[in-house]
């Protein structure tokens, strides 16, 4: 396999059928999300406590039983959707706004 196979494999992989263009174009988007998110967590360094506390990140669910059997209750399913998919909102906009884990944890406990 010559090398140009090879380069033509990886950018198949990459591109999935998209053109260049439409590469870059998505490129910019991320980029000016994370520009105006940066730029919020500048101006009002609260903001970002305030995802963190609405959407629940470190919070941990408590089990639940059953008052007739003293087992644990089955999961709600719909719950846990909602609440996946509130955390990885909250996620996904502090990482447009240039936040780590680490950074994360840090908010946490100096908000304690």
Known sequence: MKIWDR??????TFLRGASVEEHVAAGQAAADL??????AFVV????ACDI??????LAIDPPL???VTGLLAPRDPYREFEQKGARDLALKLLAAGGMTLTEINELMETSE
């Open 7 to 12: 380069i033509s494999i990886g950018i198949a």
């Open 34 to 39: 994370a520009k105006r998110w940066s730029h």
């Open 44 to 47: 009002n360094p609260e903001l």
């Open 52 to 57: 963190i506390r609405l959407s629940g990140i």
């Open 65 to 67: 039983y059953d008052n």
